[in-house]
Nanobody
């Protein structure tokens, strides 16, 4: 089992940047593919990005490609989401997720573990 704690959310102006972090408990972090999801008010939770166990493969939803970068540090049990050129439509609660399956599965299948979420608000 793994526990996930997100941090780094906040209020930023359009065009600005934020870096989200997700710290995972346990000694088996490198055995999980990791991802980020988001949920805007009144909308369903959606996949944002995923990264393989080694960090060699990454996946993104089209709306964030070229603006967001997912990365991980297995020595620190942490996954990151660097968000640049933020837009008001990026406003949402962002959730970290872990899966024992392939990272690519996160785009279409629910993960096994969720964090509690961190709020990101982008003002226009």
């Amino acid at each position: 089992q793994v526990q996930l704690v997100e941090s780094g959310g906040g209020l930023v102006q359009a065009g600005g940047s934020l870096r989200l972090s997700c710290a995972a408990s346990g000694r088996t972090f490198s055995s999980y593919a990791m991802g980020w999801f988001r949920q805007a008010p009144g909308k369903e939770r959606e996949f944002v990005a995923a990264i393989s166990r080694s960090g060699s493969s990454t996946y993104y939803v089209d709306s964030v490609k070229g603006r967001f970068t997912i990365s991980r540090d297995n020595a620190k049990n942490t996954v990151y989401l660097q968000m640049n050129s933020l837009k008001p439509e990026d406003t949402a609660v962002y959730y970290c997720a872990a899966t024992s399956g392939p990272a690519s599965y996160l785009a279409s299948s629910p993960p096994g573990y969720w964090g509690q979420g961190t709020q990101v608000t982008v003002s226009s």
